[in-house]
């Protein structure tokens, strides 16, 4: 089984529904974050979360929010989803007491999200 | 304004020769730099990484190279294979456990054959 789970792996909406992206990790990882991916981009951080009661924005958290329900569990909201919204998101997890390279990021495979 | 470059979309190599891929960055307080590598519908995997302090990391056929002077970082695939051909994103932290990195937006490498 895969240590980084996100559902669904492709959704498409209509403009103005809101949507929960979901990410579930058996990593034991305290640290999550969710990334947002644009064609021929990298990776730009939308929220993260350091343990269960720490949330912190990203650089681009506007229109998005979160809820860390538990350790294994990061959830992602789009209130009111508009087109710009359309991406490739990508949750991650990292523990910065690991051995070997610390706070290595452990990233999920992604939900394509189309909003029309 | 885009803290982390990486100048070239696309690479193409043959199989066997050296793949070299650049990044460039701005902010001075970036000290922790890593490479991840990206299959098409899977997230992307950490590569390799190095800290500030060194000039040079090798894990087999990768090396990853900074120049601190220059702000700018390379990472070095020999012998290229087959396999290697993917999206490869290099990013920055303000510190090795600061988990949250800024990334590039990634070269798109092809080994031939």
């Known amino acids: 089984d895969a240590d980084v789970t996100q559902t669904p792996r492709n959704r498409i909406t209509k403009t103005g529904k809101r949507i929960m992206l979901e990410c579930s990790q058996t990593?034991?990882?305290?640290?999550m974050y969710w990334y947002r991916q644009d064609p021929g981009l990298g990776l730009r951080l939308i929220y993260y979360?350091?343990?269960?009661?720490?949330?912190n924005k990203g650089e681009i958290s506007d229109g998005y929010s979160v809820s860390r329900q538990a350790q294994a569990k990061f959830s992602l909201s789009l209130e009111s989803a508009i087109p710009n919204q359309t991406a490739l998101y990508f949750c991650?997890?990292?523990?910065?007491?690991?051995?070997?390279?610390?706070?290595?990021?452990?990233f999920g495979p992604g939900t394509r999200l189309t909003v029309l | 304004d885009q803290q982390v470059k990486q100048n070239s979309p696309s690479l193409s190599v043959q199989e066997g020769r050296i793949s070299i891929l650049n990044c460039d960055y701005t902010?001075?307080?970036?000290?922790?730099f890593l490479w991840y590598k990206k299959y098409p519908a899977e997230g992307p995997t950490f590569l390799i990484s190095i800290s500030s302090i060194k000039d040079k990391n090798e894990d087999g056929r990768f090396t990853v190279f900074l120049n601190k002077s220059a702000k700018h970082l390379s990472l070095h695939i020999v012998p290229s294979q087959p396999g290697d051909s993917a999206v490869y994103f290099c990013?920055?932290?303000?510190?090795?456990?600061?988990?949250?990195?800024?990334f590039g937006d990634g070269t798109t490498l092809t080994v031939k054959p």
């Open positions: 979360s350091f343990d269960v009661k720490d949330i």
């Open positions: 991650a997890t990292s523990d910065p007491t690991s051995g070997g390279v610390p706070d290595t990021q452990y």
């Open positions: 990593k034991g990882h305290d640290r």
């Open positions: 990013a920055a932290r303000r510190d090795q456990l600061a988990g949250k990195s800024t």
């Open positions: 902010n001075s307080m970036f000290d922790y």
